[in-house]
């Protein structure tokens, strides 16, 4: 069980996910991410991808990556909106951007 998921589907939400997984990082919150949609344009934000390093784990949707990003190299697992649901399914509380 994870304490937070974040589920960002939005390209500016960037900074405020960053200061959120700073946030959990201080107090030793676990939490991981899906990426959808437009969502997924913040994985070219290298602190973003940085911080992801102390997520429990990190997922893109495929879909929306090669739609968004095309064939750049994505620096998280890709997957589905299953994976969502599993990460939803294991997380006390969701936090959408």
């Given at each position: 069980m994870t304490?937070l998921m974040?589920l960002?589907?939005?390209?500016d939400?960037?900074?405020?996910?960053?200061a959120?997984?700073?946030?959990?990082?201080?107090?030793?919150?676990t939490w991981?991410?899906?990426?959808?949609?437009?969502?997924?344009r913040?994985?070219?934000?290298?602190?973003?991808?940085?911080?992801?390093?102390?997520?429990?784990?990190?997922v893109a949707?495929?879909?929306?990556?090669?739609r968004?990003?095309?064939h750049a190299?994505c620096?998280?697992e890709?997957?589905?909106?299953?994976?969502?649901?599993?990460?939803?399914?294991?997380?006390a509380?969701?936090?959408?951007l």
């Amino acid at each position: 069980m994870t304490d937070l998921m974040f589920l960002v589907s939005r390209p500016d939400s960037g900074q405020t996910l960053a200061a959120l997984m700073r946030a959990c990082r201080r107090r030793g919150a676990t939490w991981s991410c899906f990426f959808t949609n437009a969502g997924v344009r913040t994985l070219a934000d290298r602190g973003v991808v940085e911080l992801l390093a102390c997520a429990s784990k990190a997922v893109a949707c495929e879909y929306s990556w090669v739609r968004h990003m095309g064939h750049a190299q994505c620096p998280v697992e890709l997957g589905s909106q299953t994976g969502n649901s599993a990460l939803a399914a294991e997380a006390a509380k969701i936090i959408s951007l």
